[in-house]
């Protein structure tokens, strides 16, 4: 099959989908409205879903190698101002992060798979995860089984890249590390409240938070090596309701990013002890925690440069790769990629308007709907060609 000119018979079908949930933002880890709408597309299509953890998941094809497709379902916490006639109107959710194409693009490529199932070389699985937002939800399908029965070979995901670049290119790497590491933490220091008058009967969170902040920014600039790849963020600092008040708790939340675990583990093992540290020596007691963690993302050399030839060979929509890429971000697909040999692309999505030069994260960006066809037929291209080498 000629999967971007299928891709295009169908686009008018695959930006409804995407619109509906653009529309019908949900944030986290229990995503109801979503994955029903994703089971009830599959079903249309001829294919039967089934929950796993709190994702979906499927399987098209005739046994042998499978190969896993992956797309990420959740919304972001925070007000959309895109302007596009689509956008959520709540206030509270948005897709900033192109997640809402992603399932879209899975579900067309899903349905032509379907369409071409008794040519398969293999099995396709679909993994339809929620929560990368928070770094939960592949571990969350991976503690529900969906790398088992069938066991998955190979994995693919890619992600929308909006801001300049039109569609048409897509960046990965099959040499060293693509995405950085994520430690979240939390850090809940308990001092002894009491009236802003007499400081001396009190314990103060708050003074002892700011001296853990000045700590942990310490680590990173005295203890990583400024060789490699460190980023300590404290985004959250909470304590206090009143101006006269002491209050008995204080606390910060961030993230820790590295590119090579021993860094990482030293890193996460030193945010604990200098937090308890400081704590102690001013009289408090603290609970450090790490609700969300992913290791970095590695890809399979192999397995990456193969898919990346399959998407620069697309008939009919020949698009340009660029190896090499690597970020700061996160990406919790690393934990498939820890298991499974893997490739993860970034694809553009971009305008040559410049209102719409934003990048993912941004209440403002937009994502080019052009470009959906072409990671719809990626997807199915990747799957078919890989299946068929490997048979």
């Known amino acids: 099959m000629d999967f971007y000119k299928r891709a295009l018979e169908l686009s008018e079908e695959l930006k409804a989908n995407r619109r509906h949930i653009h529309r019908n933002p949900e944030v986290g880890l229990h995503l109801p409205k979503t994955c029903a709408f994703v089971l009830e597309k599959l079903a249309e299509y001829g294919i039967e879903g089934k929950p796993c953890g709190e994702g979906i998941t499927a399987t098209i094809g005739n046994g042998g190698k499978v190969l896993l497709l992956r797309a990420d379902m959740d919304a972001l916490p925070m007000p959309e101002e895109s302007g596009e006639e689509f956008a959520c109107t709540t206030g509270t959710e948005a897709h900033a992060c192109g997640h809402d194409t992603h399932t879209a693009m899975l579900l067309t490529a899903a349905k032509m798979l379907k369409e ?5 070389a293999g099995t396709v699985k679909l993994m339809f995860q929620p929560a990368e937002e928070t770094f939960q939800g592949a571990q969350n399908m991976l503690d529900a089984g969906i790398l088992l029965d069938p066991a998955p070979d190979a994995a693919l995901a890619i992600h929308s890249a909006p801001g300049r670049h ?8 099959s040499k060293t590390t693509m995405m950085a590491s994520v430690d979240g933490f939390r850090i809940e220091i308990t001092g002894k ?12 969170p708050i003074h002892i938070a700011v001296q853990v902040f000045q700590g942990l920014e310490g680590l990173v600039a005295r203890e990583a090596d400024p060789r490699k790849l460190c980023v300590l963020t404290v985004g959250k600092f909470q304590a206090g309701n009143a101006n006269n008040v002491i209050p008995s708790v204080a606390l910060l939340e961030g993230t820790l990013r590295t590119n090579e675990p021993a860094i990482r583990a030293q890193m996460v093992r030193r945010i604990r002890e200098v937090a308890e540290g400081i704590t102690a ?29 399959y998407f620069s060979e697309l008939p009919g ?23 499974v040999p893997s490739a993860f692309f970034f694809v ?11 990048g993912t994260h941004n209440p403002k960006v937009c994502f080019n709907e052009d470009y959906l066809p072409m990671g719809a037929a990626g997807l199915a291209e990747c799957a078919c060609r890989w299946l068929e080498e490997h048979k």
């Open 317 to 339: 929509c020949p698009m340009q790769g660029h190896n090499g890429n690597e970020s700061n971000g996160s990406e919790d697909f690393a934990a498939v990629a820890e298991k």
């Open 348 to 358: 553009t999505c971009g305008f040559d308007d410049d209102r719409k030069h934003y």
């Open 193 to 204: 409240g009491g009236h802003g008058s007499g400081p001396h009967n009190c314990i103060d």
């Open 166 to 173: 039109l569609p048409g290119e897509f960046y990965y790497n």
């Open 281 to 309: 020596a001013c009289g408090g007691t603290v609970k450090v925690e790490f609700p969300a963690q992913t290791p970095p993302l590695i890809c399979d050399p192999q397995v990456t440069d193969d898919m990346a030839r």
């Open 116 to 120: 071409q199932e008794a040519n398969l």
